[in-house]
């Protein structure tokens, strides 16, 4: 448990296992409206049982994380992720992100390649679409999850009251619903660009990205990414088949150690 001074905010993370020789850690970056730990607590002793050095932050205004502008934005996000990797002595990590967290990964696969080793976007999105535009206002309306959703509600007031108040839930639900109408919005020649190696994954029943086939899309564009989409699963692939969950990462790290053929991005 610590706490790192990046772009300005005070970042907590937790970290699991030891560095080993010729292997890149694994950045783990959460969803929204929750914190790292919520998140990964179950999957990061995982990957470090499995040899890796795991590093689980709090996003900036998530959690123990402190927000001084009051700000949240994909690109924000990715740019701490990237002076994240730096800070802890490394040039590149494994990103890997669920949710909003997965738009964070792929936002950093794009906009900082020089940190990622490889990225795994789960539940991400590349592009806003019509859906996303009317169905995430009511989603994360504080008055409808008020009434609706008060275990929700508790939840956001449990992780992120003690740092930021017991009413901060409304703000981060009202930043997080206007970032995720706005970003990010990539063209398919922007990911054609992309020139690390990702695996992109998405349950097949996720009420938020499958809609729009957007792990398709993600995967369609990206030169060589592999695309896994597990029948009948919702938004939360590593939490409802964390063994298979774990399973697949591995092996995508695994093999992409081994062949060693990864392109300069």
């Known amino acids: 448990m610590a706490y790192i001074e990046i772009n300005g905010a005070s970042i907590y993370y937790e970290t ?3 560095d080993r020789r010729g292997r890149e850690p694994i950045l783990l970056i959460h ?3 929750i914190d790292g730990q919520t998140d ?3 999957i990061a002793p995982r990957l470090a049982d499995a040899g890796y050095k795991v590093f689980v932050p709090d996003c900036r205004g998530h959690g123990k994380s402190s927000n001084p502008t009051c700000s949240y934005s994909f690109k924000e996000l990715s740019d701490d992720a990237a002076a994240f990797v730096r800070a802890m002595g490394y040039e590149r990590m494994h990103i890997i992100g669920h949710s909003n967290g997965g738009n964070v990964a792929l936002v950093t696969l794009v906009e900082h390649p020089e940190v990622t080793e490889t990225a795994i976007p789960q539940a991400a999105n590349a592009y806003i679409t019509r859906f996303l535009i009317e169905r995430e206002p009511i989603v994360f309306d504080p008055e409808r999850v008020n009434r609706a959703s008060p275990a929700w509600r ?3 007031i449990a992780i992120h009251g003690p740092t930021h108040g017991p ?8 930043l997080t619903m206007k970032e995720i109408i706005s970003e990010p919005n990539y063209s398919p020649e922007d990911l054609a660009r992309v020139r690390r190696p990702c695996l992109v994954v998405m349950g097949g029943n996720d009420p938020v990205n499958a ?3 957007h792990a398709q899309y993600i995967a369609q564009h990206i030169p060589n990414a592999e695309l896994w989409i597990p ?3 919702g938004h939360n692939v590593h ?5 298979v969950w774990v399973e697949k990462v591995l092996d995508f790290l695994k093999r992409h150690e081994e062949s060693g053929k990864f392109c300069n991005g």
Do not use: C, N
């Open 16 to 18: 699991y296992g030891k």
């Open 40 to 42: 990964w607590a179950e």
């Open 31 to 33: 969803g929204s409206t």
């Open 231 to 233: 029948d009948g699963i």
């Open 211 to 213: 809609p729009d086939e």
């Open 154 to 156: 508790d939840e956001m």
């Open 167 to 174: 009413e901060y839930w409304r703000d981060l639900l009202w």
């Open 239 to 243: 939490v409802d088949l964390a063994d």
